[in-house]
């Protein structure tokens, strides 16, 4: 009766635990469905590479936080060096000039529902280098997305030839975010996510400051408001560091793939952040592309998990 009364006790405790996890996850989700929003408003009043270059010195500063209260590693070994600049290359600054720029010149919600894209490129460029074989039902997925990109990007009256160049922008991102997850899979398996992560950024962190300087000299910085300072520490502080600190505690207690789950909630805060904060109505079309991208995103994400 005792064994069972423990048993029952430890089990409970793990419930406990996951659900709390599971909450942490969903503010995860949110806090980056809304900074979609709060990039789009910021970028109103101050220009894209000078909005990145102050959000990532605090984004720099808040893993390093992360980092120390882990206990880990600050520094990556020499032998890790070149790697770690690679990938701070394509996965934070490549990533970050197309993403911001993208996200200024379309809809945020396209943005947000071609970023999601991620996952099935992932698989695309795995299987280019030999590390992934498709099954039809990654194929499924991989060509439902592929379709609903095409539907995302030619809504509204612009056929397919002038299609939003800001669109293609954060396709571009969504490309460079997979590159840099399937390059870096070998590093993060040898020394954690969070240090990858870190490494990475701090990699990458002159080159974004020096890119965004000339526009923070030119920038009349009396006439920016509250608001879009607000904005720059939300997207480094909140929408990277809290929010990756909450992503990581979930890959470690319940797993990748259930963790993996809750980043399909991230469009659909996109979507309706838009619609109340920015008046971003969504069209019928865009709805029917958004559908099917991330149904698209599922299958292949779902057939993948089982073959594993």
């Known amino acids: 009766m005792g064994r069972e009364s423990r048993s029952g006790s430890r089990r409970a405790k793990r419930l406990r635990r996951e659900l709390f996890v599971d909450l942490g996850l969903v503010l995860t989700a949110t806090i980056w469905g809304l900074n979609f929003t709060v990039v789009k408003a910021a970028l109103t009043e101050i220009e894209p590479l000078a909005f990145n270059a102050l959000r990532f010195p605090c984004a720099a500063v808040a893993v390093w936080v992360m980092v120390r209260a882990t206990g880990r590693r600050v520094m990556p070994p020499r032998?890790?060096?070149?790697?770690?600049?690679?990938?701070?290359?394509?996965?934070?600054?490549?990533?970050?000039?197309?993403?911001?720029?993208?996200?200024?010149?379309?809809?945020?919600?396209?943005?947000?529902?071609?970023?999601?894209?991620?996952?099935?490129?992932?698989?695309?460029?795995?299987?280019?280098?030999?590390?992934?074989?498709?099954?039809?039902?990654?194929?499924?997925?991989?060509?439902?997305?592929?379709?609903?990109?095409?539907?995302?990007?030619?809504?509204?009256?612009?056929?397919?030839?002038?299609?939003?160049?800001?669109?293609?922008?954060?396709?571009g991102a969504a490309i460079s975010w997979a590159a840099y997850t399937v390059l870096g899979r070998r590093l993060t398996k040898r020394r954690g996510a969070l240090q990858m992560t870190a490494w990475t950024l701090w990699a990458g962190l002159p080159f974004v400051v020096l890119a965004g300087t000339p526009d923070l000299v030119r920038t009349d910085w009396s006439a920016v408001s509250l608001q879009a300072w607000i904005g720059v520490v939300y997207a480094g502080v909140f929408a990277i560091g809290l929010a990756y600190l909450l992503w990581y505690r979930g890959v470690r207690i319940i797993g990748q793939n259930r963790t993996a789950v809750y980043q399909n909630l991230v469009p659909v805060v996109a979507l309706v952040s838009a619609w109340l904060w920015l008046a971003e109505t969504p069209t019928a079309q865009q709805l029917a592309g958004a559908g099917i991208i991330l149904s698209g995103v599922v299958i292949a994400r779902r057939s993948r998990a089982r073959k594993r």
């Open 79 to 171: 032998k890790d060096w070149g790697i770690v600049l690679l990938l701070g290359v394509i996965g934070h600054v490549a990533f970050q000039v197309l993403f911001i720029f993208g996200l200024d010149w379309t809809l945020t919600g396209n943005a947000a529902l071609l970023l999601s894209t991620s996952p099935v490129w992932v698989l695309v460029i795995s299987f280019t280098m030999g590390r992934e074989r498709f099954n039809p039902a990654i194929l499924v997925g991989v060509l439902a997305t592929l379709t609903g990109m095409v539907i995302l990007i030619t809504g509204g009256p612009e056929q397919l030839g002038a299609a939003r160049i800001g669109d293609f922008l954060v396709l």
